[in-house]
């Protein structure tokens, strides 16, 4: 199983952003997957989840601003980034949805400021 | 929400020795379904948290039996047994039986 985060940057103050999460060594289209984020220094902060029938679930501090979608015939999972606020800086990691959080990708780094 | 409270924040340890962390909820993580989405991870400095210990009790496809996790309802334990230096790094619960799905703060494991 292998998870490779792409896609982010610096950002300025109410832009967008797109992050990709490129999955290969599982079959992607059985598995639901997560975006999860760690500010710098701090804990871990779910932040969506789109299931393999392509529900969505998310948190509350992202809801309206951050879309997360997949694309099965490329293997590859999203999440837009709308709206970015100051406070959406972290390391964004997209783990699947097997046995807990079972694997994670190294991450992506997403800053927003001005 | 449910609160996931770690103790302790961090911890000072023996190669060797043995090590436990606390994980209390603040509501019962027991499913509709009657399973306990309750799991342990590691994050190595520098790197992605890793998956140790899934619904309480069940360790990770390759995670050595010197990690143990039990509880039940609300409260959980991590045990680590024969710590190495590889053990060392911040240890996360979390909860996905409820969205959004939490963690805790975080326990720091240190070489004493």
């Known amino acids: 199983v292998q998870l490779v985060e792409s896609g982010g940057g610096l950002v300025q103050p109410g832009k967008s952003l797109k992050l990709s999460c490129s999955a290969s060594g599982f079959t992607f289209s059985s598995y639901g997957m997560h975006w999860i984020r760690q500010a710098p220094g701090k804990g871990l902060d779910w932040v969506a989840y789109i299931s393999s029938s392509s529900g969505t679930v998310y948190a509350d501090a992202v809801k309206g601003r951050f879309t997360i979608s997949r694309d099965n015939a490329k293997n590859t999972l999203y999440l837009q980034l709308n709206s970015l606020k100051s406070e959406d800086t972290a390391i964004y990691y997209c783990?699947?949805?097997?046995?807990?959080?079972?694997?994670w990708g190294q991450g992506v780094m997403v800053t927003v400021s001005s | 929400d449910v609160v996931m409270t770690q103790t302790p924040v961090s911890l000072s340890v023996s190669l060797g020795g043995q090590v436990s962390i606390s994980c209390r909820s603040s509501?019962?993580?027991?499913?509709?379904?009657?399973?306990?989405?309750l799991s342990w991870y590691l994050q190595k400095p520098g790197q992605s948290p890793q998956l140790l210990i899934y619904?309480?009790?069940n360790r990770f496809s390759g995670i050595s039996d010197r990690f143990s996790g039990s509880g039940s309802g609300t409260d959980f334990t991590l045990k680590i047994s024969r710590v190495e230096p590889d053990d060392l790094g911040v240890y996360y619960c979390?909860?996905?039986?409820?969205?959004?799905?939490?963690f805790g703060a975080g326990t720091k494991l240190e070489l004493k």
């Open positions: 509501q019962s993580l027991v499913h509709n379904n009657g399973n306990t989405y």
């Open positions: 979390g909860q996905g039986t409820q969205y959004p799905y939490t």
């Open positions: 619904k309480v009790s």
């Open positions: 783990p699947r949805r097997g046995s807990s959080f079972d694997y």
